[in-house]
């Protein structure tokens, strides 16, 4: 009887020692309290809102947000999407507060009108700004295959023709002034002579 008691124990302490060990490397989808961890990478919106609010101000004390940074802020979070929430539909609700910077009780209360009039889960705004991590600058613009396939075709000396060759030698580069300019020829000769240098001077 006391030995199953002591393998229970061992195999217990085991288990315990796992979840220690998963917990600190940061991989174990562990509850606290009963309670479900936040999503990867969310921070709480206070936090989130700090962050926002000194995007593009580094004079700002983090404490009041303004429009444009609170668009910032849903675009990169996809609360913005075009469709259901524009920036039109934000920057409505934003005036009804009368205030050009907002702070975090009074952003709440934007957010809280926002949700109503759409009819969107305030909580599911929330998650979404608390998850979407720190304001970043990202370019949408991606170069096609076509676009390059055609910067490539475009930019092949070797296809030039017409006096745009005469600029290039056969490796490709630049010729610099004399591929962009008709040097004058004063040698008192015409263009079609060909026996330039020829005539014997003995005579």
């Given at each position: 009887?006391?030995?199953?008691?002591?393998?229970?124990?061992?195999?217990?302490?085991?288990?315990?020692?796992?979840?220690?060990?998963?917990?600190?490397?940061?991989?174990?989808?562990?509850?606290?309290?009963?309670?479900?961890?936040?999503?990867?990478?969310?921070?709480?919106?206070?936090?989130?809102?700090?962050?926002?609010?000194?995007?593009?101000?580094?004079?700002?004390?983090?404490?009041?947000?303004?429009?444009?940074?609170?668009?910032?802020?849903?675009?990169?979070?996809?609360?913005?999407d075009g469709k259901k929430i524009t920036t039109t539909d934000t920057a409505i609700h934003f005036k009804k507060l009368k205030t050009l910077k907002l702070g975090i009780d009074d952003y709440q209360k934007f957010l809280e009108d926002l949700a109503k009039s759409k009819k969107v889960e305030l909580e599911e705004?929330?998650?979404?700004?608390?998850?979407?991590?720190?304001?970043?600058?990202?370019?949408?613009?991606?170069?096609?295959?076509?676009?390059?396939?055609?910067?490539?075709?475009?930019?092949?000396?070797?296809?030039?023709?017409?006096?745009?060759?005469?600029?290039?030698?056969?490796?490709?580069?630049?010729?610099?002034?004399?591929?962009?300019?008709?040097?004058?020829?004063?040698?008192?000769?015409?263009?079609?002579?060909?026996?330039?240098?020829?005539?014997?001077?003995?005579?």
């Amino acid at each position: 009887m006391s030995e199953g008691t002591s393998a229970d124990a061992a195999v217990e302490q085991v288990t315990q020692e796992v979840k220690d060990v998963k917990l600190e490397n940061g991989s174990a989808p562990g509850a606290v309290n009963g309670t479900a961890n936040k999503a990867e990478g969310a921070i709480s919106l206070k936090d989130a809102f700090k962050a926002f609010s000194k995007f593009g101000d580094p004079k700002s004390d983090g404490k009041t947000i303004t429009l444009s940074q609170s668009d910032k802020w849903m675009k990169q979070a996809k609360v913005i999407d075009g469709k259901k929430i524009t920036t039109t539909d934000t920057a409505i609700h934003f005036k009804k507060l009368k205030t050009l910077k907002l702070g975090i009780d009074d952003y709440q209360k934007f957010l809280e009108d926002l949700a109503k009039s759409k009819k969107v889960e305030l909580e599911e705004i929330k998650k979404k700004l608390t998850s979407c991590g720190q304001p970043g600058v990202s370019s949408h613009v991606t170069k096609s295959p076509a676009a390059a396939a055609a910067v490539d075709r475009l930019t092949d000396t070797s296809k030039y023709t017409g006096s745009h060759k005469q600029r290039f030698d056969e490796t490709g580069k630049g010729k610099g002034i004399a591929g962009r300019k008709d040097l004058v020829d004063a040698s008192g000769y015409v263009s079609g002579y060909q026996h330039k240098d020829t005539y014997n001077k003995s005579h």
